[in-house]
């Protein structure tokens, strides 16, 4: 599976931005998808993932509320709407496959990444 994410881009703070993470290969609809995020100096964090079937979702604490996460396996493309940015939300986003069946938070656990895209969010 190839992935190659889009959509990030400099946004005052409270914004959105909606980014795309489009899947090449015929295993996408048998993938989780998640989201994770590494800013400058700091590790790489959690930050959602969708199951395959998008019947299941889970959330980090740091944008619980604020950031949703969708996927259209026809497209082979899963999508985070993201609003009322804050500048800690500032880094450059993946997106990452795992094909096990279970939803994962650890990145190391993902088999596949995409080339990542930046957001930056001023104050």
């Known amino acids: 599976v190839q992935l190659q994410a889009s959509g990030g881009g400099l946004v005052q703070a409270g914004g959105s931005l909606r980014l795309s993470c489009t899947a090449s290969g015929r295993t996408f609809s048998r993938s989780n998808m998640g989201w994770f995020r590494q800013a400058p100096g700091k590790e790489r964090e959690f930050v959602v993932n969708?199951?395959?079937?998008?019947?299941?979702?889970t959330y980090g604490d740091a944008v619980k509320g604020r950031f949703t996460i969708s996927r259209d396996n026809a497209k082979s493309t899963v999508y985070l709407q993201m609003n009322s940015l804050k500048p800690e939300d500032t880094a450059v986003y993946y997106c990452a496959a795992d094909e096990s069946p279970w939803l994962r938070r650890n990145p190391q656990l993902y088999n596949y990444w995409g080339q990542g895209t930046q957001v930056t969010v001023s104050s």
């Open positions: 969708i199951d395959r079937d998008a019947g299941s979702t």
